[in-house]
């Protein structure tokens, strides 16, 4: 059990026999009366999000995943196949379990994979990852008074808007949670 006051973002606790990660959590204290907590909680397995407000102090049963690095290796139809870095069991791995971040994902990269009970819940992939650009359009000379971007496409199919002084053949840095453009990398 853990206290409301006490949930942080990626804490995963069960309500109603459901699994639910905290995206977010408020504490309030309102003029008179009790402080509250405001929570925005994401199903696990179906993924919808629901708000819940709680009374400060209420005690809400929690679960403690296993978390392994695993190594991406390859796409197998609908799912990813991903490999333990230390025992080099193989795990079938949901596309849906994943999301946007997939399309960032390259052969080798490691993920922190979330398990509960066996089943897996959560893919992270690395916050950053650095990927080649292989088609850019030029971008017009002179035109840097603004913050003008362009799509490109990276080594692993996905578009990404970048600077315009970005070239095919550079190296550019993605956070992979938002998929914006950071900066340019060395390969």
């Given at each position: 059990?853990?206290?409301?006051?006490?949930?942080?973002?990626?804490?995963?606790?069960?309500?109603?026999?459901?699994?639910?990660?905290?995206?977010?959590?408020?504490?309030?204290?309102?003029?008179?009366?009790?402080?509250?907590?405001?929570?925005?909680?994401r199903n696990v397995r179906k993924g919808?999000?629901?708000?819940?407000?709680?009374?400060?102090?209420?005690?809400?049963?929690?679960?403690?995943?296993?978390?392994?690095?695993?190594?991406?290796?390859?796409?197998?139809?609908?799912?990813?196949?991903?490999?333990?870095?230390?025992?080099?069991?193989?795990?079938?791995?949901?596309?849906?379990?994943?999301?946007?971040?997939?399309?960032?994902?390259?052969?080798?990269?490691?993920c922190q994979i979330a398990m509960y009970?066996?089943?897996?819940?959560?893919?992270?992939?690395?916050?950053?990852?650095?990927?080649?650009?292989?088609?850019?359009?030029?971008?017009?000379?002179?035109?840097?008074?603004?913050?003008?971007?362009?799509?490109?496409?990276?080594?692993?199919?996905?578009?990404?808007?970048?600077?315009?002084?970005?070239?095919?053949?550079?190296?550019?840095?993605?956070?992979?949670?938002?998929?914006?453009?950071?900066?340019?990398?060395?390969?």
């Amino acid at each position: 059990m853990i206290s409301v006051n006490d949930l942080r973002r990626g804490n995963v606790i069960i309500i109603d026999g459901d699994l639910f990660s905290v995206i977010e959590q408020q504490h309030h204290k309102p003029g008179k009366g009790g402080a509250i907590v405001r929570v925005k909680l994401r199903n696990v397995r179906k993924g919808n999000v629901i708000d819940r407000t709680y009374n400060a102090g209420v005690m809400v049963e929690d679960v403690r995943l296993e978390k392994r690095p695993m190594q991406f290796l390859y796409r197998e139809g609908d799912a990813v196949v991903f490999m333990d870095t230390e025992t080099f069991d193989q795990e079938h791995v949901p596309v849906d379990a994943i999301g946007d971040p997939l399309q960032f994902l390259k052969e080798e990269d490691v993920c922190q994979i979330a398990m509960y009970e066996g089943e897996v819940l959560t893919v992270e992939p690395p916050q950053t990852v650095v990927l080649k650009v292989t088609y850019a359009e030029p971008g017009a000379r002179g035109d840097t008074a603004t913050n003008v971007k362009k799509p490109v496409t990276v080594e692993t199919g996905a578009e990404v808007r970048v600077p315009l002084f970005v070239n095919e053949g550079d190296y550019i840095k993605i956070n992979t949670e938002t998929g914006e453009y950071l900066e340019r990398s060395k390969g």
